[in-house]
């Protein structure tokens, strides 16, 4: 069974930090990019960020350059979204997703698979 699990979202006041984890099994993780998604009520889903598959490259969103750090532990299966200086308007559900590395980017309906989502929240 293919499962993404995410942990790690919450509250924090802003100017905080929050890591987000993805735990991947079930599928070859080490063969997929990763990329996180975020969603506000009312939002369509954004990309944030991804990190492909072979020598981890990380692309961001630019709203978030410079605050967010994403990495991948392949030992692990599990990636991570290190989120710094967080803005009121950062919060969301956060959602890791797979994609395959020959279509990896911002468009969130060529991913294969998804986590459940985490909720972030960053008051004022």
């Known amino acids: 069974e293919v499962q993404l699990v995410e942990s790690g979202g919450g509250l924090v006041q802003a100017g905080g930090s929050l890591r987000l984890s993805c735990a991947a099994s079930g599928f070859t993780f080490d063969d997929y990019a990763i990329g996180w998604f975020r969603q506000a009520p009312g939002k369509e889903r954004e990309g944030v960020s991804f990190?492909?598959?072979?020598?981890?490259?990380?692309y961001y969103t630019d709203s978030v350059k410079g605050r967010f750090t994403a990495s991948r532990d392949n030992a692990k299966n599990t990636v991570y979204l290190q989120m710094n200086s967080l803005k009121p308007e950062d919060t969301a559900v956060y959602y890791c997703?797979?994609?395959?590395?020959?279509?990896?980017?911002?468009?969130?309906?060529?991913?294969?698979?998804w986590g459940q989502g985490n909720q972030v929240t960053v008051s004022s």
């Open positions: 997703g797979a994609v395959s590395p020959v279509v990896a980017g911002w468009d969130p309906e060529l991913y294969d698979y």
């Open positions: 990190i492909s598959s072979g020598d981890g490259t990380t």
